[in-house]
């Protein structure tokens, strides 16, 4: 079965720093997606990085980057250069036809 | 295109009466997905089609819950009778499928109010 489990319920980072949003997940596919959206309190979903996981090489989109970690099922967020609009609900999800997603992270962005 | 177009916006409605909501995919778009997302759960898939046909509704909660895809720009998610529990916002969302380098396409969700 597919699961996600994002252990961070909120999180807190200081304009300009560096913050990393954790995800886990579990699937038995082999060939599958990861993704990580934004939702702003406009509620819009945004994509912000994908990632297949044939690729081993880590994602990257401008100050957001991921680590994957393949083998311990883990898909964390790092988001450099905090800047206040990055203030949302992040998503991580996994999947291939259907997403399963977390129950997502709220971050601040403290000025 | 003008992306996923959900309606309403809002929609507060009375214990025991029925509600549709509506959703407008990306022409083109192959899949279609039904979310809820609520503070305890977050965001759970409910139902998602593959050219017009139902492929996985094992997300539905209840027999109340019923969801259609007449043609491919038109899919409807139906709740009857509408309980307090249902309160959430609904996103309807599309793809072209797996290799959909921009994932899916969410709408603007409908926030439903059932009081």
Redesign the interface.
Known sequence: AQTVTQSQPEMSVQEAETVTLSCTYDTSESDYYLFWYKQPPSRQMILVIRQEAYKQQNATENRFSVNFQKAAKSFSLKISDSQLGDAAMYFCGEGTYKYIFGTGTRLKVLA | DAGVIQSPRHEVTEMGQEVTLRCKPISGHD?L?W?RQTM????E?LI?F?NNVP??DSGMPEDRFSAKMPNASFSTLKIQPSEPRDSA?Y?C?SSL??RD????T?G??T?LTVV
Do not use: Q, T, W
Request: proline content about 4%; aromatic content about 28%.
């Open positions: 899949y997905f979310y305890m759960r977050g965001l898939l998602y593959n492929i996985d916002v996103f969302a499928g797996p380098l921009e994932g899916y969410f603007s969700g926030r």
